[in-house]
């Protein structure tokens, strides 16, 4: 079992930036790859960005590409989603997930999320 709790949602003003952090633990945190997903009110959870195990090779959604940045710190068991440049349509409850094999869907394990609000 992987548990995640993620942190550090809130509300912003457009143009802002947060920076979300996935804290893992239960098992050996740097062979899962990692991802963020979010879900609007009404809509599906949708894909955001991922990072593979060792941190090298990183995946963006169209959406937030340039604006959005995935990171990890295997020495904390934790995964890092900076978002800058916020918009209203970026509000939505972030999920992590990890997996070891995982990309852009099919994740094993999931956070519970945090409510990220971005007022116009």
């Known amino acids: 079992q992987v548990q995640l709790v993620e942190s550090g949602g809130g509300l912003v003003q457009a143009g802002g930036s947060l920076r979300l952090s996935c804290a893992a633990s239960?098992?050996?945190?740097?062979?899962?790859?990692m991802g963020w997903f979010r879900q609007a009110p009404g809509k599906e959870r949708d894909f955001v960005a991922a990072?593979?195990?060792?941190?090298?090779?990183?995946a963006y959604a169209d959406s937030v590409k340039g604006r959005f940045t995935i990171s990890r710190d295997n020495a904390k068991n934790t995964v890092y989603l900076q978002m800058n440049s916020l918009k209203p349509e970026d509000t939505a409850v972030y999920y992590c997930?990890?997996?070891?094999?995982?990309?852009?869907?099919?994740?094993?394990?999931w956070g519970q999320g945090t409510q990220v609000t971005v007022s116009s």
């Open positions: 997930a990890a997996d070891t094999t995982a990309w852009r869907n099919n994740y094993r394990y």
């Open positions: 239960g098992r050996t945190f740097s062979n899962y790859h």
């Open positions: 990072i593979s195990y060792t941190g090298s090779i990183t």
